[in-house]
């Protein structure tokens, strides 16, 4: 029992961030949506990812005064913005006055007068990330939806009618290039197989959680032992230490691209995992409008929040996963 406790007090240690936030800390947001809108006559379209991305950049502007950029590929055409603009949108594309009305869909990018097609390529966002400076303490959130390959986990863009070839990027390389950066960095991943970038470690619980385990939602009955199992076992060294990872799936899952059973009026318009990380950053998913929050929000308790109220039947379908790099990040 004592060894428990102990374990219990170190694992609080670890989830809990003391970092008082720099006020001049500034924020870059990278997103990335693509639809996949046809891979060669045969790609299968995803309906929500501009939708995710979408509301997650309303919610990140609630952040402060933020650097974004935002590339999006949606039902064959690209365009990349510094200030994107989101309209609501019924089943048909109509636009609709209001984001809560009961026909809406998704949201659709809509090109500001004067804005053209960019025809962005994965190789853009790389060499975009590359020409970043951020300083010590500066956060770059670099979020993705869109399709992850099998089984590798490589984010894949930029099919449409006219691609005879689609473009992917490797954890490995994704990973490489973001480390290079300087400050502290967040990756989220809402896409197939993105447990893969979930590094192993005595850490990690299991893809799929047991009944049992799911009541604590993060911490399973399981995590003490492993934690017991890290300190007293030699293992490498976590070579991202400065990059924090929340994947929607665990390794070897596929990420629902709609949620059926949720706990709002429009689940069906977003992806699983973002459904529940909205909700987490604080986003009125009943409303579909990013709302300012006042209390403190590190990437442990939105990991928590979404496992927590993840369902039961999804879960078992998809584990939301984060990595264990160490202590945990104030983003507010």
Known sequence: MMVLLILSLILSLFSCSNEVIPTNREIYIVTVADDFYNYNGNGRKLENVVTDQAALSMQFQTFGDIHIRSYISQDGKRYTSSSPLYVPVDKNKNELERNDDE???????????????????????????????????????????GHGEKPSGALMTNASETSTVWDSISPEDLLERISTLGGKKLVILDSCYSGIYIPSSPLSTSDVFSTEEKEDRWVGISYPKA???????????????????????????????????????????????????????????????AVEG???????????????????????????????????????
Do not use: C
């Open 227 to 289: 934690m017991k199992d890290a300190l007293l076992t030699k293992r490498d060294k976590y070579p991202y230490s400065d990059i924090w990872i929340l994947s929607s799936t665990g390794r070897g899952q596929e990420a629902s691209d709609s949620l059926d059973g949720g706990d709002g009026p429009f689940q069906l318009s977003y992806g699983a995992f973002t459904y529940y990380l909205l909700k987490a950053l604080g986003y009125d998913t009943d409303r579909n409008e």
């Open 103 to 145: 026909n809406f869909k998704s949201f659709m990018y809509k090109p500001k007068i004067g804005e053209e097609e960019s025809g962005w390529r994965i190789y853009d966002v790389m060499e975009y990330l590359g020409s970043l400076v951020l300083g010590e303490d500066d956060i770059l959130i670099f979020s993705y939806s």
């Open 294 to 332: 006042d209390s403190s929000l590190t990437v442990y308790s939105i990991y928590s929040y979404v496992r927590k109220h993840f369902p039961d039947y999804e879960t078992q379908i998809q584990t939301p996963r984060v990595s264990n790099g160490g202590l945990d990040l104030a983003l507010r």
